[in-house]
């Protein structure tokens, strides 16, 4: 089964609109024409129409770093999935541990988000991963199997196309501490054998699960190489264009 490796930028709460064009038009120069390796970029909401225009004939998807669950409404403050459609947006990351920790998300009300963007033709980045915590009380493969099942639940196998997962160890995000490249492995073997037993084989198997938690250029091959690793959520290192196209020479090259 053939996977084509996703590098994908989670910018976080990082850049102003102006700083976003010259980030983006950076990173457009280096690989906005290269297709054997999907690249994406997740700017703040308020980049994303100047991103959108710039990324008009550019291989460079546009992703956005959450979305509300209701189609619109009163709901102060949040963003639906058709606002993020009519820029031209693809992917959206949902339950980032950032989201998790500081405000409240939970496997449930994450998979009201995951269904939501689905039904709108966005991909969703599900993210999930264990804390330091529960990786020292041997918990970290409960903590994965209860994400996906409950974060997936409904999910329709007609649009396995669109899923993509993220594997994020908490205490590796921003910490510059990074799981071994066996350490990714082992849990994204373990998320593939989920998959398949919700979806089936061929669906499942079909699933990419991107790793994220301080990958940078230096350790991206390692982490690349292994045969469950489909790609990159990166943070830090997406902010700076080289580096982060770095990453995606490496993922080419793998
Ligand atoms: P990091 O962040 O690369 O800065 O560790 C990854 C993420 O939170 O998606």
Redesign the pocket.
């Known amino acids: 089964m053939s996977r084509k490796y996703l590098i994908a930028g ?1 910018w ?1 709460m990082n850049t102003t609109p102006s700083e976003s064009v010259d980030l983006i038009s950076e990173i457009n120069s280096i690989v906005g024409q290269q297709i054997q390796v999907q690249v994406c970029v997740c700017p703040p909401y308020t980049s994303l129409q100047k991103a959108s225009g710039l990324l008009e004939q550019s291989e460079v998807q546009l992703g956005a770093q959450d979305m509300s669950a209701e189609p619109s409404g009163a709901y102060t403050g949040e963003i639906s999935a058709e606002m993020l459609r009519d820029l031209y947006v693809n992917f959206v ?1 949902l339950g ?3 989201r998790r920790q500081y405000f409240g998300e939970t496997n449930v009300s994450i998979n009201k988000k995951v269904l939501a963007a689905v039904q709108n033709n966005l991909k969703p980045i599900y ?1 999930i991963g264990e804390t330091l915590e529960e990786r020292e009380n041997n918990q970290t493969l409960d903590v994965v199997k209860a994400q996906v099942k409950e974060g997936l639940e409904g999910f329709p196998v007609t649009d396995i196309d669109s899923l993509v997962l ?1 594997y ?1 160890p908490v205490w ?4 510059g501490k990074t799981a071994t490249d066996e350490m990714a492995q082992e849990v994204h073997a373990y998320v593939r054998g989920l998959l398949v037993d919700l979806f089936g084989d061929t669906q499942g198997s079909s699933v990419r699960i991107l790793y ?5 250029p230096e350790n991206a091959s390692g982490l690349l190489a292994q045969p469950d690793v489909d790609g990159g ?6 902010l700076n264009a080289k580096s982060f196209c770095s990453i995606v020479e490496a993922a080419i090259e793998s």
């Not at 590796?172 to 910490?175: D, M, N, R």
């Not at 959520?233 to 997406?238: E, R, V």
Request: glycine share 20%; charged share 15%; aromatic share 0%.
């Open positions: 989670n976080k990351i980032h541990s950032e993210c993220a994020e590796a995000i921003g910490t994220g938690g301080s990958m940078k959520l990166i943070g830090g290192a997406s």
